[in-house]
């Protein structure tokens, strides 16, 4: 039986397992997905030396520690600069070798693009971490300017305070990249100022437990577009599963 996960700090949010485990079950597929917590990405190398695993999913917030440990990486990832899918395989002189890959620009654009209007020209990207490179590059190739904002103002971007009423008008898609508001703590929020958003405004969380965040819900609270991580998750994952096995 093949071993398939997904490796991460704490993984009690994660619906992988679920999402894998019905995919086998569904397809007779002989395999199992496990989720891998680790206290460093370090981890990762007696994680291969025990498991042999066929494929694995990478994770906040292991998506940067993991490419110093692999051994190719794809075009999309080196652009991007995170990994969040390895595959194994064997090179020519025998010797077992990671590929590093990133399917989260995959999920992410399939399920932004059908909502996205002709006044959705910039974008504001809450959190810089390894998710939040894969969801600029993906802007980048939708043509959408982009600024991240973050408590300290990183990657020359914004912080919470900048967010005033007219960059507010200005920046109308707004992508929540951080972890804030992933259960347990389902009541928090990342801290952009509600009442400057509006309908045209689209509220898009990578969050996908609980379905429906507190960013989301306020957001709607005043009329706009939200859409959460659940579909991307999907996305991502069935591109993991066709890399793993092509």
Avoid at 131 to 150: M, Q
Avoid at 164 to 183: D, H, K
């Amino acid at each position: 039986m093949k071993t398939y996960g997904l490796i991460g700090k704490v993984l009690v949010h994660s619906f992988s397992k679920k999402f894998f485990t019905e995919k086998f079950a569904k397809e007779g597929i002989d395999a199992q997905y496990e989720l891998f917590e680790m206290p460093s990405a370090e981890g990762l190398r007696q994680l291969i030396a025990e498991k042999h695993p066929s494929g694995l999913n990478v994770t906040i917030p292991y998506k940067l520690d993991v490419i110093p440990m692999m051994d190719q990486l794809d075009e999309t990832a080196a652009e991007i600069g995170a990994v969040n899918t390895i595959k194994f395989f064997y090179g020519e002189d025998g010797a077992y070798k990671l590929m590093g890959f990133n399917t989260d620009t995959i999920g992410f654009t399939n399920s932004l693009k059908p909502l996205l209007q002709p006044w959705h020209k910039k974008a504001l990207i809450l959190g810089t971490g390894g998710a939040s490179l894969a969801i600029a590059y993906s802007l980048r190739k939708l043509g959408i300017e982009y600024k991240y904002v973050s408590r300290s103002g990183k990657n020359e971007g914004l912080t919470y305070d900048h967010l005033t009423e007219e960059v507010m008008n200005e920046y109308t898609l707004i992508i929540n990249c951080s972890p804030v508001g992933t259960f347990p703590k389902v009541d928090e929020a990342p801290a952009i100022p509600y009442q400057f958003v509006t309908g045209k405004h689209l509220l898009y969380d990578l969050v996908y437990n609980p379905e429906v965040t507190t960013f989301m819900r306020l957001g709607l609270q005043r009329g706009a577009t939200v859409k959460s991580g659940l579909e991307m998750l999907h996305g991502q994952a069935v591109a993991s599963w066709e890399i793993w096995n092509r």
